[in-house]
Nanobody
Framework: QVQLVESGGGLVQAGGSLRLSCVAS????????MGWFRQAPGKEREYVAS????????HYADSVKGRFIISRDNAKNTVALQMNSLEPEDTAVFYC???????????????WGQGTQVTVSS
């Protein structure tokens, strides 16, 4: 069983930046695919970005491409999401997710974190 714990959420003004982190535990090696989803108030949870363990291939939703950067540290079993040029529309609870199948990760990951709130003020 994999446990995921997020950190780094908070309140930021539009145009600002935040960095989210997630650490995986419960297995010797972190899941092959790790990533992020978000859920805005009144909306369904949506995929944001993901990255594989090796060779570290990243994938982004169109809505965040060019603004968000995902990275991971395999030695520390962590994945990070650097969010730049934040907009009020980015306000959501952000969830760390993981799955050994990178395709399944993007739609129905096996493991979820509890979420961290990101609020972008205008």
């Amino acid at each position: 069983q994999v446990q995921l714990v997020e950190s780094g959420g908070g309140l930021v003004q539009a145009g600002g930046s935040l960095r989210l982190s997630c650490v995986a535990s419960g297995r010797t090696s972190s899941p092959y695919g790790m990533g992020w989803f978000r859920q805005a108030p009144g909306k369904e949870r949506e995929y944001v970005a993901s990255i594989t363990r090796s060779p570290g291939s990243a994938h982004y939703a169109d809505s965040v491409k060019g603004r968000f950067i995902i990275s991971r540290d395999n030695a520390k079993n962590t994945v990070a999401l650097q969010m730049n040029s934040l907009e009020p529309e980015d306000t959501a609870v952000f969830y760390c997710a993981a799955d050994d199948n990178p395709q399944r990760l993007r739609v129905a990951p096996a493991y979820w974190g509890q979420g961290t709130q990101v609020t972008v003020s205008s």
